[in-house]
Nanobody
Framework: QVQLVESGGGLVQAGSSLRLSCAASGRTFSRYAMGWFRQAPGKEREFVAAVSGSDPTTYYVDSVKGRFTVSRDNAKNTVYLQMNSLKPEDTAVYYC?????????????????WGKGTLVTVSS
């Protein structure tokens, strides 16, 4: 069982930066692939970024490449999403997800563990 708690959301102006954190419970954190997803008002939830387990490889949706960076600290059971050059279209609830399978994270289907989300609002 893995519990995920996101933090770090808030209201910022366009061009600003935010760092989201996702703290995970459990002693096998390094075995899980971790993902960040977001859901904007009136839209479906979409994949944003992912990082593999103990040999961290990162993946991004095209719209955030070069602006967002996903990382993890296995010693702290935490995954981060550094968001720079934020745009109003980045406004969404951001969710952290975990699964033992990276492919499941990347397919965004059948993910076992989800956090409750943190709201990011970017004003123009």
């Amino acid at each position: 069982q893995v519990q995920l708690v996101e933090s770090g959301g808030g209201l910022v102006q366009a061009g600003s930066s935010l760092r989201l954190s996702c703290a995970a419970s459990g002693r096998t954190f390094s075995r899980y692939a971790m993902g960040w997803f977001r859901q904007a008002p009136g839209k479906e939830r979409e994949f944003v970024a992912a990082v593999s387990g103990s040999d961290p490889t990162t993946y991004y949706v095209d719209s955030v490449k070069g602006r967002f960076t996903v990382s993890r600290d296995n010693a702290k059971n935490t995954v981060y999403l550094q968001m720079n050059s934020l745009k109003p279209e980045d406004t969404a609830v951001y969710y952290c997800a975990a699964d033992s399978s990276l492919s499941i994270i990347l397919r965004s289907r059948g993910i076992i563990y989800w956090g409750k989300g943190t709201l990011v609002t970017v004003s123009s």
